[in-house]
């Protein structure tokens, strides 16, 4: 080996090992990448009781459906465990019994922190308190006399899964939900309206 070569031998493992650790390092950090804003859509349709009588198994469907626009904003991470708030908005059209269009929005928390999440990346978004907008009252949200109201509570509650290393890309299970939390927007008698829906995201 020449001196020239032996003088700068040192360098070139130093070279190397960075090299080395960079590789290593970058499909981690691609990994562990944030996505900030998401544009999806989702479809469903309804059911006859609140989210709680859905979960316990107490729901019958109608003949009305829904298909919405979906987008969201994250606007604040946890950095020690995974929790962020993000805010939810959508742009839907109902149809069947009654055609109608509807607008909301919600803070929604989501967790990630599930212990089979390298093997399918789980994700719970619930948002209780929110605002809906139809541009008509709808037959199913209207009390005994009549009454309904355009302006409800807006909640959603959703399961979403994506690929560990494509996060990116999610399918989701939400339930959609319109109410006057228990009476307190109005009094008119009706629960509001609930849609099962399935969608698909893209974060970005």
């Known amino acids: 080996m020449t001196p020239m070569m032996t003088d700068n031998f040192p360098l070139l493992q130093r070279f190397a090992r960075l090299y080395l650790s960079a590789w290593l390092i970058l499909p981690s950090a691609a990994f562990c990448q944030e996505y900030d804003w998401s544009l999806g859509w989702y479809g469903g349709q309804y059911y006859d009781s609140e989210p709680a009588g859905f979960i316990n198994g107490r729901a019958n469907y109608l003949n009305q459906y829904m298909i919405a626009l979906t987008g969201s904003k994250s606007v604040w991470r946890a950095q020690s465990f995974p929790l962020a708030l993000e805010l939810d908005a959508m742009i839907g059209q109902q149809f069947g019994l009654a055609t109608l269009s509807e607008i909301a929005i919600a803070p929604v928390l989501r967790w990630g922190g599930f212990p089979?999440?390298?093997?399918?990346?789980?994700?719970?978004?619930?948002?209780?308190?929110?605002?809906?907008?139809?541009?008509?009252?709808?037959?199913?949200?209207?009390?005994?006399?009549?009454?309904?109201?355009?302006?409800?509570?807006?909640?959603?509650?959703?399961?979403?899964?994506?690929?560990?290393?494509?996060?990116?890309?999610?399918?989701?299970?939400?339930?959609?939900?319109?109410?006057?939390?228990?009476?307190?927007?109005?009094?008119?008698?009706?629960?509001?309206e609930d849609f099962f829906t399935l969608g698909y995201r893209e974060y970005f």
């Open 116 to 192: 089979w999440n390298r093997y399918l990346q789980t994700d719970l978004r619930a948002g209780p308190l929110g605002v809906s907008y139809t541009t008509t009252v709808s037959p199913l949200e209207r009390g005994s006399d009549g009454s309904g109201s355009n302006i409800l509570n807006f909640l959603m509650i959703e399961l979403a899964f994506s690929l560990p290393q494509h996060k990116e890309n999610e399918v989701f299970m939400r339930l959609h939900h319109r109410c006057t939390i228990y009476d307190l927007l109005n009094n008119y008698g009706a629960n509001g």
